[in-house]
């Protein structure tokens, strides 16, 4: 339960990042 919730938390903060900084998201792909 915490570990799914852990994943969410990191999946919002990526998508925050990803959508202020485009170069972020080139870094992830």
Do not use: C, D, T, V
């Not at 999946?11 to 485009?22: D, E, H, K, V, W």
Request: glycine residues 4%; hydrophobic residues 60%; positive net charge.
């Amino acid at each position: 339960m915490k570990f799914r919730f852990l994943l969410w938390m990191l999946g919002l903060l990526m998508a925050r990042a990803s959508r202020n900084n485009p170069a972020f998201q080139q870094q992830l792909a």
